[in-house]
């Protein structure tokens, strides 16, 4: 009787949830991809074979959009933060993953990966900020974040190309979106939603924050697109 009991709670929570999908494109006149000039450390342009790219804005041939954070606002989720841990990479002076998101109390590890130095800065506005010395001796260093938050950024102060975008959740319904402009979040409860899509701020097309509403559906994948435009702000 017990066992029946706990099978169909099972049943239940995996039925009742569906996939999110969409694409973030942009719109209106492009602007040239960057490269970065990594002269200033040769340690840093020793380690790339070919010149490396601004990933700040960051389109396809389409005109969609790569590094957007799309996230579903207000889900209810109990379960434990992931064992593994967040990982932020410093590989060739360039932060690995560009941007990411991460649960609150998930053990984040902050490796360096060159044999140089680096200084993590932590700009976040409502967690804690950190800022400290990475020699190239130190290759890990491990961290958390304790408070929901809003994408922030972390900056290299020896590089000053160097910088990453962070947001806290507290469940795992996030992704970011990939070279082609998709993302892909999957097993979200059933229900009705708020979905954020979020793109960095950069000097000529401002940044971007849109939200939008969904209905979820058990067992079906819903789809919800977003276009930026040059001058999009980061509004409430
Ligand atoms: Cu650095």
Redesign the pocket.
Known sequence: MFKVFISSILVLSIAFSGTLVGTVSFEGKTKKPRSIPMDA?PV?GASHGEKVMSESFVVDKDKNLKNVLVWVEGVNYNNDVPKEPAIID?KG?VYVPHVQGILKGQKVLIKNS?A?????HSMAKINNQFNFAMPKVVKEKATTFDKLEEPFYIK????PW?KTWVSVFDHPFFATTDENGNYQIENIPAGTYTVVAWHEMDSKFKGFKEAKTITITKDESSNLSFKMKKGDKHKK
């Open positions: 450390d840093c410093q002076c060159d140089t130095l680096h200084n993590i290299c102060d020896v590089h160097m």
